[in-house]
């Protein structure tokens, strides 16, 4: 199985700290956030990995290398200048990542997920992982009925930033720049999209404030 991990994005609400170094290259509790997440895949035994690439991507490129230090293989997908958001960004990634579900994560987030082996059932394009609201999404993203992910629902959870995906979820997409949300809101009416509860450690860090707090909080730790 193959994992791809989001690295192309400007990190707007994390500038300053982003005029120079790409989000996925802030560092909490020692290194890199994207390090982070090279680590995680890498235990479950993940070892094919896709990073996109666009704002100051050679960086990260430089700092990542193939790979072989964190014992897996990394292939990048140069988006050029200006990212192509995450669904274009994956339909740009596709001839790196094959056929096959992979996993999807969002580098601008530090979790504790484990990568358990999973399978899509059939029929099914996606399984995404939730978790409980923070104060800066109070209302949820989306709601889960058993294992489906549902829209039309008054308690909702936080999508986490982690999914399974099917690649079929983009078929009938032109290249570009285009949001995955809709393709994953439009698959959820057809009851097509599955997900799971995750009530460990989750941190959008999204703001240098949240940075700053779980960098402590890692640190603490150590």
Known sequence: MKAMILA???????RPLTDATPKPLLKVGGRALIEHHIAALAAA??????????????????HVGNGSEYGVKILYSDEGAEALE?????????PLLGTEPFW???????????YPARRLAPGTLGHLVLVPNPEHNHAGDFGLSGDVVTVDTTEKLTYAGIALLHPGLVDGTAPGKFPLAPLLIAAMERRAITGEFFGGRWVDVGTPERLASLDAELCGEA
């Open 8 to 14: 192309a994005g400007r990190g707007e609400r994390m």
């Open 104 to 114: 999807l994560v969002n580098g601008d987030v530090y979790c504790e997920f484990a």
């Open 45 to 62: 035994g993940i070892r094919d990995l896709v990073i996109n690439l666009a704002w100051q991507g050679h960086k990260i490129r430089d």
């Open 86 to 94: 995450t669904g274009g960004g994956i339909r740009h990634a596709l």
